[in-house]
């Protein structure tokens, strides 16, 4: 049976992004979107993105910047951008974030935000001293392991890919719809960037037991993004959504 899925994630609370893509999707006529998590947390405008996703028909899971914000509920905090996050959601947005799981299945798709046991580290690549390095097949599929899923959708690192593993399956990362690059201090200093400033998804259609992958990238208004971030006194963001450099 042919299906048309869109995978979406890391739209971290860009709104002029996320509203660019699902224009773009209206004109694809796809039968389910798969959204992977860090939908709301970043210094841009997480209200109106919460808004707007709550009007679509999709499939959601909570990835770690998500987490950060619910595990800061009545907490203190010194971080700047989670303090203003956490300003502008209603209640409703907070319910919507913990009714979210951290993986689920749909058919044979596995989606997961980070890893397929956490969140918070990346399924594709290594970070290592020298850099940020792809892993091998075989390290993948140790990763992957106990998963019968033949498509794993995964995000966190906001770089687009399609991994081939054996026996017809495959890892997919749809890139970021909001945030084109950034700059990470874990496990060690490194820096993740496209190169260009258009949010990022994926289309997969499926028939029978065949797949074809085609990343999309989609224009928008990234200027308003990044004046908003400098308000929110976040200029390495503005810089990043400009640019898609870090």
Request: glycine residues 4%; charged residues 25%.
């Amino acid at each position: 049976m042919a299906e048309k899925i869109a995978v979406i994630s890391d739209i971290h609370g860009n709104f002029w992004a996320l509203q660019s893509v699902l224009d773009d999707l209206k004109k694809r006529n796809v039968d389910v979107i798969f959204n992977l998590g860090d939908s709301l947390y970043g210094p841009l405008d997480p209200a109106k993105t919460f808004e707007l996703l709550c009007k679509q028909n999709m499939i959601s899971i909570l990835g770690n910047e998500d987490r950060l914000i619910l595990d800061s509920v009545d907490k203190a905090t010194t971080n700047s951008t989670l303090e203003y996050v956490m300003s502008k959601l209603s209640n409703e947005a907070f319910s919507w974030l913990d009714s979210l799981p951290p993986t689920t299945l749909y058919k044979d798709f596995f989606l997961c935000h980070g890893t397929v046991n956490r969140d918070d580290e990346y399924c594709i690549e290594r970070v290592t001293e020298k850099g940020v390095k792809r892993k091998e097949n075989d390290e993948l599929l140790q990763d992957i392991r106990g998963i019968e899923q033949a498509v794993i959708c995964c995000g966190h690192s906001h770089l687009n890919s399609v991994i081939q593993l054996k026996s017809n399956r495959y890892i997919v990362n749809p890139g970021s719809v909001g945030l084109q690059a950034y700059r990470d201090s874990v496990p060690f200093d490194h820096v993740m960037q496209t190169g260009n400033p258009n949010a990022s998804y994926c289309i997969i259609n499926k028939d029978n037991e065949w797949y074809r992958f085609e990343h999309v990238l989609v224009s928008y208004d990234w200027a308003s993004a990044a004046a908003c971030a400098v308000t929110n006194h976040r200029k390495d963001w503005a810089r990043w959504l400009q640019t898609g450099k870090a």
